[in-house]
């Protein structure tokens, strides 16, 4: 089992904009590919900072289906409908994978 997240911190000023669309671009996903991705925030640690995490059975799954993500016209628009709201410190985007154990 595969678990991805990606974190970003969010500009001040943004909060309630980047949240709505955090839960918009993970519902398209969601819906569109067949994931589960939950948005997360902090309990403590940065105020600003938000998740998406999702799990995929091998990292195989998880990299056939980033690849369609990331070919999808509608969910380039909504990369786009952000970069424009300026929701997000652009540098502060970083992806995280994790192996199961068990």
Same mark, same amino acid.
């Given at each position: ?16 904009? &980047? =949240? @709505?669309? @955090? ?8 819906? #569109?590919? *067949?994931?589960?991705?939950? =948005?997360? *925030?902090?309990? &403590? *640690?940065? =105020? ?12 195989? %799954? ?7 993500? =990331? ?9 786009? %409908?952000?970069?424009? @709201? ?9 992806? #995280? ?6």
């Amino acid at each position: 089992m595969i678990t991805w997240q990606r974190s970003a911190n969010i500009n001040h000023g943004k909060h309630l904009a &980047a =949240v @709505a669309w @955090a839960h918009k671009v993970s519902a398209y996903v969601n819906d #569109t590919f *067949g994931t589960d991705i939950i =948005v997360h *925030g902090n309990i &403590a *640690g940065p =105020v600003n900072q938000i998740h998406w995490m999702g799990t995929f059975a091998s990292l195989a %799954e998880f990299e056939e289906i980033t690849l369609r993500i =990331v070919r999808d016209d509608e969910y380039n628009q909504l990369l786009d %409908e952000s970069s424009a @709201a300026n929701l997000f410190a652009t540098s502060s985007f970083e992806d #995280t994978l994790y192996r199961s154990l068990s």
